[in-house]
């Protein structure tokens, strides 16, 4: 009986941790709303390198490399990414089943984001992940799954010998992640001078900080929060509520079993 105690006492404190955990998301999602409420929207031709945070809303649109066809999925778009995977790894390592990166390219030069006033370019360290875990991304995903069958079918991109070398219990993914022209984004982010002279792009915000670039309106993006943050709030509450009264409870039953004689 005592050992279930111990495990009812130890279960407790997980509740309490798990809450306080709840009550961090619930400051930093209060954070990121405020940080989308209190931050202005500048026109695209107003951005100069060197800001801090920005917010902008714009329309995709063809960078200095015009308009490019995906290779995977043959679409027209403004930049694009590929990335061909295999499981599981053949390297010697404990994790299972692992995976292979055979090839990873992108397109050279980034696209734009335009509005009336002008237009900067979109760092595609933007584009190749989501900036952050609750906003529609503004790229679209494709995904082909290659064997040793689809070699005459493959994308010319994709060498034949990394399809003709799979072995049968490996599986080799094909991810494209490309990027449309005219489609209306936010961004919340920074700006900063590009490699191109005179060119201003949009990057993600410095030091890992809060980023957004989704096709969700302003409105949209700090109403999220404020549900979210509402949500960790609750959460936070009824787990906190529960961890301190079996904590109590269990500790108090473990006291008097070790005390028993």
Do not use: K
Not at 21 to 42: A, D, N, Y
Not at 54 to 68: C, D, F, K, S
């Amino acid at each position: 009986m005592l050992t279930v105690m111990v495990l009812a006492l130890i279960f407790g404190f997980c509740l309490l941790i798990a809450a306080a955990t709840s009550l961090l998301l619930h400051v930093g999602e209060l954070h990121e709303g405020r940080l989308v409420e209190r931050t202005p929207l500048t026109p695209l031709g107003a951005l100069h390198g060197g800001r801090r945070r920005i917010a902008a809303v714009g329309e995709t649109a063809y960078g200095p490399a015009g308009p490019l066809t995906a290779p995977v999925s043959g679409e027209e778009c403004a930049w694009f990414a590929i990335r061909l995977v295999r499981t599981p790894t053949r390297r010697q390592t404990e994790d299972t089943p692992g995976e292979d990166l055979l090839l990873d390219l992108a397109a050279p030069l980034p696209p734009a984001l335009v509005d009336p006033s002008g237009h900067v370019l979109i760092d595609p360290r933007l584009l190749t992940g989501p900036p952050n875990l609750h906003d529609p991304v503004a790229t679209e995903l494709t995904l082909r799954v290659l064997g040793p069958s689809s070699v005459d079918t493959a994308p010319p991109i994709v060498p034949r010998r990394l399809i003709e070398t799979a072995r049968s219990h490996e599986r080799l993914e094909l991810w494209e992640t490309r990027l449309a022209a005219g489609r209306q984004v936010y961004a919340l982010g920074s700006a900063g001078h590009g490699h191109r002279q005179g060119s201003i792009v949009l990057l993600p915000t410095r030091h890992g900080g809060f980023t957004v670039l989704t096709t969700d309106d302003r409105t949209a993006v700090r109403e999220r929060r404020r549900l979210q943050a509402a949500n960790s709030r609750s959460l936070a509450r009824s787990l906190g509520m529960a961890g301190a009264v079996v904590t109590l409870l269990s500790g108090a039953l473990v006291l008097w079993f070790a005390q028993s004689p």
